[in-house]
């Protein structure tokens, strides 16, 4: 069992930047890969970011590449997602999300535990 906590969203200007954090529980963290989505109002949730269990390999949304990182510290638990030059179309819920199994993982279904999420508002 995992259990996901973020913290750092809020409110920023266009062009600003945010780091959201993602703190997990239990022991095994390093063994999950980590995927952080987002939900705006009226659409579906969808994939941000993934990071695998070495922080090794990561994959982004075309939407965020370049302008997200994704990052891990097994030693402390923690996930975080740094974002750069946000838009007001990166408004959304963002969601921590984890992975049983080392690799990076895309899609939604094949994530096991969901952090309750965090508020992004970027204003024009």
């Known amino acids: 069992q995992v259990q996901l906590e973020e913290s750092g969203g809020g409110l920023v200007q266009t062009g600003g930047s945010l780091r959201l954090s993602c703190a997990a529980s239990?022991?095994?963290?390093?063994?999950?890969?980590m995927g952080w989505f987002r939900q705006a109002p009226g659409k579906e949730r969808e994939f941000v970011a993934t990071?695998?269990?070495?922080?090794?390999?990561?994959s982004y949304a075309d939407s965020v590449k370049g302008r997200f990182t994704i990052s891990r510290d097994n030693a402390k638990n923690t996930v975080s997602l740094q974002m750069n030059n946000l838009r007001p179309e990166d408004t959304a819920v963002y969601y921590c999300?984890?992975?049983?199994?080392?690799?990076?993982?895309?899609?939604?279904?094949?994530?096991?535990?969901w952090g309750q999420g965090t508020q992004v508002t970027v204003s024009r």
């Open positions: 999300a984890a992975a049983k199994g080392y690799y990076i993982k895309t899609l939604l279904n094949h994530y096991d535990y």
């Open positions: 239990g022991r095994t963290f390093s063994s999950y890969a």
């Open positions: 990071i695998s269990w070495t922080g090794g390999s990561t």
